[in-house]
């Protein structure tokens, strides 16, 4: 089970931090991700973070976004910076459980989803 926390509403050049809690599970064993959906648009990767603590990143957000995770808390993290009205998005954590070697990105490769949380980023 996942649960998203941490969304809300920012002005543009805003941060944000969103929370992912899994439960159940070796949570160190698992690859998570944060995925985001915007009205009209396809789901769409943010972040991922994978076992090994490798990462991908979408080009829109690198070096604005940064993804963490604390595996005795069973959490992952998206710090979000400089935020942009593009940015606008009810964003989704996903967990699956992989092997070391294994770096997921797209949000078919995941098995497990939480709730979304709203983030609004006004202009």
């Known amino acids: 089970q996942l649960q998203a926390f941490g969304g809300g509403l920012v002005q543009a050049g805003g941060s944000l931090r969103l929370s992912c809690v899994v439960s159940?599970?070796?949570?160190?064993?698992?690859?998570v991700g944060w995925f985001r959906q915007a009205p009209g648009k396809d789901r769409e990767t943010v972040a991922v973070?994978?076992?090994?603590?490798?990462?991908t990143f979408a080009d829109s957000v690198k070096g604005r976004f940064a993804i963490s995770r604390d595996n005795s808390k069973k959490t992952v993290y998206l710090q979000m910076n400089s935020l942009k009205p593009e940015d606008t998005a009810v964003y989704y954590c996903?967990?699956?459980?992989?092997?070391?070697?294994?770096?997921?990105?797209?949000?078919?490769?995941?098995?497990?989803w939480g709730q979304g949380t709203q983030v609004t980023v006004s202009s």
């Open positions: 973070i994978n076992r090994s603590g490798s990462t």
């Open positions: 996903a967990a699956r459980r992989t092997i070391l070697t294994h770096t997921l990105s797209t949000p078919e490769d995941f098995t497990s």
């Open positions: 159940g599970g070796t949570f160190s064993r698992y690859a």
